[in-house]
């Protein structure tokens, strides 16, 4: 299969907020696959449906140091968080080269759906509970840049349009 296209920082596609998804059948089995081939071959542990441009409430995650607990979370919701947060750097799929401290919730509760739309609970702490609450913000169309100064968003902005022009050059 090849992989899907990622949409890259500040494409205006990856401001848009994700529908639920509302049919558990082959097509969504296939984005979903295609999704982890994808953060695989992109050496990523988190990918949103809205970096792909598929605007449904869909995340795949493999956060494993042997890459094969993937984990797919459809409508996803976060029903708790901890009080307790950390800084942490952070880097994304859709901004490469770009990596910066970001701070969350230490530990998170997910209710979602797996792919045959049976309920699931994740108690969540450390680097999974990080990746959760990022790939959640692209759901909602934030980037996780967007938690970082003016000053620095418009720097990582100007780069990213620079590195894509140079790569269409």
């Not at 899907?4 to 205006?12: K, M, N």
């Not at 969504?28 to 081939?37: F, Q």
């Not at 071959?41 to 494993?64: C, K, N, P, Y």
Request: aromatic share 4%.
């Amino acid at each position: 299969m090849t992989p899907l296209t990622i949409l890259r920082y500040p494409d205006p596609r990856l401001r848009t907020i994700a529908r639920p998804v509302a049919a558990f059948d082959a097509r969504l089995r296939k984005l979903a696959n295609a999704m982890l081939e994808t953060m695989y071959e992109a050496a990523g542990i988190g990918l949103a449906a809205t970096q792909v441009d598929v605007h449904e409430r869909l995340i795949v995650i493999d956060v494993s140091e042997t890459r094969d607990q993937p984990l797919v979370l459809i409508n996803p919701e976060i029903i708790w968080a901890s009080d307790e947060t950390r800084v942490g750097e952070e880097g994304c799929l859709s901004v490469p080269g770009i990596y910066d401290g970001v701070e969350r919730s230490v530990a998170v509760k997910v209710r979602a759906l797996d792919l045959d739309g049976k309920h699931q609970l994740h108690d969540t702490e450390g680097m999974l509970a990080v990746c959760i609450q990022h790939e959640m913000d692209h759901l909602v169309g934030k980037v996780f840049v967007e938690y970082l100064s003016p000053l620095k968003r418009k720097r990582i902005k100007t780069k990213m349009i620079k590195q894509i022009k140079d790569e269409l050059a």
